[in-house]
């Protein structure tokens, strides 16, 4: 089992090709970008993951919450695919909510935050469809 440490240099290192190939790819990132868990890119939440198992729900219910204590809009949850090194074969992981708030041009502001999992006290408690 690898140490703590080794753990942490591994993720750091995921996170870092993430970004590189996110600003190589077009998409703005600042260079003074923290990097850790749970990043942000106004308005979006980054929980990047190079793990050897995945938990989804449990990553899911961190970048809401990073969501929300960021104040951002959106959050994605990217985990590196196994055996790859091309950082443009890692999977996305959005739900279903979340994926319409981001792709769907009529969800108004007040829809996108009810659909995104969070609710006016930027908490995840108590928030249905």
């Given at each position: 089992m690898p140490s703590p440490a080794a753990s942490k240099a591994k993720g750091a290192k995921f996170e870092g090709e993430l970004r590189d190939w996110m600003q190589e790819n077009c998409i703005p990132i600042p260079d003074q970008i923290a990097?850790?868990?749970?990043?942000?890119?106004?308005?979006?939440?980054?929980?990047?993951?190079?793990?050897?198992?995945y938990d989804i729900p449990a990553y899911v219910r961190e970048a809401k919450k990073e969501m929300a204590n960021a104040g951002a809009d959106h959050w994605m949850v990217v985990m590196r695919k196994r055996g790859s090194t091309d950082v443009g074969e890692t999977f996305v992981v959005l739900d279903l909510r979340e994926w319409l708030a981001q792709t769907n041009p009529k969800v108004t502001q007040v829809e996108r935050i009810r659909l995104s999992g969070t609710n006016d006290r930027g908490d995840l408690s108590g928030v249905f469809l």
């Open positions: 990097m850790e868990p749970g990043w942000m890119m106004r308005p979006l939440v980054v929980e990047a993951k190079a793990e050897k198992r």
